[in-house]
């Protein structure tokens, strides 16, 4: 706790080497991110975190200023990760103008703002959760199948895979819970064309890790105004597939609801 305190005090006071924040860029290489903390956590437990990965055209800045998510991801007692891709975009594979991709150099960026959050803040890379919005959230299933044992768990919010899902993914099987407007038209449940390539559909992406995961019979739960499919795999990983009434939009409760799913199987 002295240990967080003095890095707190450390970044109210600028100090060079932790002059970021939630209104100023931390740099990785050539990329940035930008960061709150909550000022209170009393879980006793390593500080956690959520990575939020925002839509397209859209910025680390212009996420950091949505109140109500800030609010409740600190008020868990959670940092508050907003992450930036480059000139608004993600570079996915099969995405318009990046078809041929590996995500290489995604994957890089997420790593290296894991390994800066954990060096500057003591950040538990074990209590990390990624979410993301429309572009965003096809940038969490991706990180979903590459990189399972680098986060507590996913949060993929109205965005899947470009065209289609992998034939598989990488071990470790991880929690993931996909949420999803029923009458979305800028990223339909189903897909729809988008230059060279189409948007995938979200019931293939949730049958493929189905079957990757093993993951056992469904049963259903409502929350507010989603209506859930929930299921379970023998190691505790959550399938979850959440529909909302409505088009693309993101809502808070929506992702404190998955924070919740996520905690009660124990990722976070």
């Known amino acids: 706790m002295l240990r967080r305190l003095c890095l707190l005090l450390l970044l109210a006071a600028g100090a060079p080497a932790f002059a970021c924040g939630s209104d100023s860029d931390c740099m990785v290489g050539d990329r940035s991110y930008r960061i709150a903390l909550p000022d209170v956590q009393d879980d006793g437990k390593p500080l956690g975190a959520v990575i939020f990965a925002h839509g397209y055209r859209g910025t ?17 007692g959670l940092a508050f990760i907003a992450v930036q891709g480059v000139d608004g975009t993600w570079d996915l594979p099969y995405g318009p103008g990046s078809y041929d991709s590996t995500g290489a150099a995604e994957f890089a960026y997420f790593d290296a703002v894991v390994a800066d959050v954990a060096e500057r803040l003591g950040i538990d890379p074990a209590r990390i959760v990624v979410s993301g919005f429309s572009a965003g959230g096809m940038m969490v299933w991706n990180l979903a ?22 034939e598989t993914c990488e071990k470790p099987v991880s929690s993931v819970v996909h949420i999803h407007g029923d009458a979305d038209t800028t990223v339909p449940l189903t897909g729809r064309p988008i230059g060279e390539t189409t948007q995938g ?14 993951f056992g019979p469904a049963t259903t739960e409502k929350s507010g105004d989603l209506d859930c499919i929930h299921r379970t795999n023998a190691e505790g990983n959550i399938l979850d597939f959440c529909i909302f009434p409505g088009g693309h939009s993101f809502r808070t409760e929506h992702l404190q609801f998955a924070i919740k799913q996520l905690r009660a199987a124990g990722e976070i």
């Open 201 to 214: 559909k979200v019931a293939e992406a949730l049958d493929m890790y189905e079957v990757f995961g093993d």
């Open 145 to 166: 199948c590459s990189h399972p044992a680098r986060f507590a768990g996913f949060v993929p919010m109205s965005g899947t895979f470009w065209l289609k899902p992998p």
């Open 60 to 76: 680390a800045a212009g996420v950091m200023k949505n109140g109500s998510m800030r609010g409740m991801i600190l008020g868990q």
